[in-house]
């Protein structure tokens, strides 16, 4: 069965785009993507929206977007998995390109997340835990994966210095990104004197909302190789669920959802961990970066703390994880940060990371969580 | 390249379901539908949800019904395309299974669209329309669709009286559905008596708001033929989109994206309008079933009011027309409309429609509207 490849990708500027509305942050990304694959739109298929609709005053998103972007009448739909809902559109281009029935699809990651009031994203935010059972009781975001954190602390002997490492880390890649909401580094001193949100969180451990979108353009293997100098294959491709309820979680030190999916994405892929060279994992809190290694396999469960306090997972490490700054310092604007997770593995496959690029990267990963870990998915790229 | 089967379907009742939250909906037509295919819930290898989000107040509806319907740790998404919703879910099921990433899914469309106040689905509602041009001046749905039959009306010489013709047939073949959310025959003399809504329609021009759900089980061709005794063939399946401004559409009297969608279908199936003998089209207004027989080439452009006026949509016709009562008298769940429409379609196919049962049922199809014709899905389904 064919391939798929990756022809050509865009990336708009993350941050409270204000001078935008969400069509013009889909239009920025997707122009670059087709100016990168150097395709005219009338080659585009099909394309799917990944985009969380609530966060907007417009309804019926795929169809506005659809509109501005020029593709009428051609086929769109949205895709919603909350944070992983760019993900969950690539995977389901993907599909299309599989099944033969689209040759070249372009996935759209977008979101507004300042047109609501405050109030107002903070009611949605706390619905994205379970209703009935959980959020009406209080948890939040926050709440929820400081729980994961407390764990994870109490169970390995992680530290609040490893945390910070991570926000470190990400903030000092994110400071040479283009595309990045904080563009600044930052010391563990400064991240540490910040305001507490959720015990053990500060601030700095926290991603911030953004505005933004991503655009990906994916092709058949044939239309691929045709198109494109260096077409990056998406050879891994998975997902996976875990009970939305935490209460029924039978841990809560990592994701079900993130070593299932993972595990499948290895196997498609025909590669194991220790391939991975570069990788973009969902650091909505730091814990979570740090999750992510021992769930990818990485390193081992519990040893994520050190692995990252090592060094590990900075460019020369032995993995790069979150070059691009991560959510934590380009920002997370929901619908967008899955294709934006793509876009950089792309660029650094290509060897156009300029000088966040990581030597030698033949093989990368994706890995985006959908809400407290209900959904994961996991993609693996190669470069021939 | 393998076919598409349907193994197995569900339907709860439609109307307010006060009884039942989503993810309970979702669970009784996931339930029937295993039932009816002879399968255990571990035979599914993923499930996409087809809804709405924003009329509930639960956010992350698919990783809250993946937990609920016991499918965790398999893989979920959800698909939004207004009202078309669950008819997009289907066609992503539809590439899963084609591209060899599934062998069997589950595709749940549902909707509660009473969790809100009234005042607020009416300002969701209003936001369906594009918002920067159109929705901020007043369009609302009925208006949109007033306007296309007064257009039509001008044109060909469409009259009231025809409008009411196909709500009388609706109400007709909906008295004997139970799952409907009207179950009475109505008078033309009684829906001429009823409120204005927007010129030329009255309340009985009209389709309502329900809560509902319904399930679709597909599989590969090789799966379908082992499990099921009568598998209906998925043989097209198409999608197409039209400008959502209704002031950039060249014509008001039909939906190209209706038009060009049946046309691909037609064509994969390789079938042609005169070939099928069931169909339930989107009428969400009186204006769109007669819209819907001129886009599927059932007659030609300007002849569906004489057509349906004749009784050419009736069991007995050239073709019947929503014999389970439509989106008029069954109710319209936005997420459900799409799974629901297959769901009758594949009764007729299998000869248990009961008192309803077209005759010879051999070829069906669903055609699904999004919005106002921004999107449109055309699905056509077979019996070997």
């Known amino acids: 069965m064919t391939r798929v490849g990756i022809i050509g990708v865009g990336h708009g500027v993350f941050g409270r785009r204000s001078d935008a509305t969400v069509q013009e942050l889909a239009f920025e990304a997707f122009r670059d993507a087709l100016q990168d694959a150097g395709i005219d ?20 998103l795929a169809g506005v977007i659809q509109e501005y972007l020029g593709l009428v009448p051609k086929p769109t739909w949205l895709t919603e998995v909350a944070c992983a809902s760019g ?55 926050p709440g929820y994966y400081a729980m994961f954190a407390k764990r994870h ?48 969180f500060q601030v700095y451990d926290c991603c911030a909302n953004a505005d933004g979108a991503a655009c990906v ?14 077409p990056i294959w998406l050879d891994g491709m998975a ?6 309820s935490v209460l029924r979680r039978p841990s809560l030190v990592g994701l ?44 081992k469960k519990g040893e994520g703390g050190p692995f990252v306090a090592d060094r590990q997972t900075y460019i020369g490490g032995k993995v790069a994880v979150n070059v691009d700054g991560g959510l934590k310092a380009k920002g997370h604007p929901i619908g967008a940060t899955g294709t934006s997770m793509t876009f950089e593995i ?26 407290i870990g209900q959904y994961c998915f996991v993609q693996v790229l190669k470069r021939d």
């Open 41 to 60: 739109r009338d080659a585009v298929d099909a394309s799917v929206v990944g985009s969380v609709p609530e966060y907007h005053k417009q309804r019926s």
């Open 87 to 141: 993900s969950a559109a690539m995977r389901t281009a993907w599909m299309a390109i599989k099944s033969g029935t689209h040759d070249i699809v372009a996935v759209i990651g977008c979101q507004k997340m300042t047109e609501l009031s405050t109030p107002e994203i903070l009611a949605l935010m706390g619905r994205v835990g379970e209703v009935q059972w959980e959020s009406g009781f209080g948890t939040t975001f």
């Open 153 to 200: 602390m109490h169970e390995f002997g992680t530290t609040r210095e490893q945390l910070l490492d991570v926000a470190v880390k990400n903030h000092h890649y994110g400071a040479l990104n283009p595309y990045a909401l904080f563009r600044k580094e930052i010391t563990k001193e400064k991240a540490s004197a910040s305001e507490d949100v959720a015990t053990p």
């Open 217 to 230: 353009i994916l092709a058949s293997e044939g239309r691929a190789r045709e198109i494109s100098k260096i």
């Open 239 to 244: 997902c996976a669920t875990a009970s939305m």
């Open 256 to 299: 079900p959802s993130a070593e299932r999916a993972a595990g499948e994405a290895y196997a498609m892929a025909g590669i194991g961990p220790g391939d991975v060279k570069v990788a973009d994992v969902h650091d909505c809190f730091t814990i979570a970066e740090i999750m992510a290694y021992e769930d990818l396999g990485f390193c």
């Open 346 to 371: 792309v660029k650094q496959l290509r060897g156009e990371a300029g000088e966040r690029q990581v030597p030698d990267a033949d093989v990368g990963l994706t890995h985006n969580v959908g809400g």
